[in-house]
């Protein structure tokens, strides 16, 4: 599994053009170097995934049931707009009219790249500033719910 670690700040040029950062394109395997698949962030952001693991997300979403209504809406509406960029001698996307105004992407709006783990988050600047914003109060009361079951979980294993 791919992990990505970093945050880049870029320009969205007058042409809806990315230029991906060297640091980031370092970090690519070697069959993520040509693009990644965009796709909408369940937040107001898109999601680039290096093509292997958009393959691994889309096979397992793909596996669910066409006669189940919620898991048919879900496939729908996750899918929706997902597409290839690829990258050109520059190192720049093309990001699809689409995915920029479902994350308030204009041309010549300043970005951030987020990397979590197999993926990276594309943020316009100021919609990233309000998200950082919105962080709870207690931010280890978060940690400890979130990340303090994983140990009971694994208790439970043994």
Do not use: T
């Not at 790249?113 to 919609?127: A, D, H, P, T, Y």
């Not at 950082?132 to 978060?142: C, K, R, V």
């Amino acid at each position: 599994m791919v992990q990505l670690h970093g945050e880049y700040e870029c320009k969205l040029d007058s042409k809806n053009r990315l230029i991906i950062p060297a640091a980031l394109k370092k970090q690519l395997p070697l069959e993520g170097k040509e693009g990644f698949f965009i796709n909408r962030g369940f937040e107001k952001c898109c999601i680039l995934y290096p093509k292997l693991e958009w393959e691994k997300i889309a096979a397992e979403v793909n596996q669910l049931s066409d006669y189940i209504e919620k898991e048919r809406k879900f496939k729908r509406y996750f899918l929706r707009g997902a597409s290839m960029l690829e990258m050109d001698a520059a190192n720049r996307v093309l990001l699809p009219k689409p995915m920029q105004d479902h994350s308030g992407i204009e041309p010549g709006s300043e970005l951030i790249l987020l990397c979590i783990g197999n993926k990276v988050e594309l943020w316009e600047k100021s919609e990233y500033n309000k998200m950082l914003n919105d962080e709870p109060e207690d931010f280890g009361a978060m940690a400890q719910e979130v990340m303090g079951r994983r140990g009971k979980e694994a208790d439970r294993a043994e």
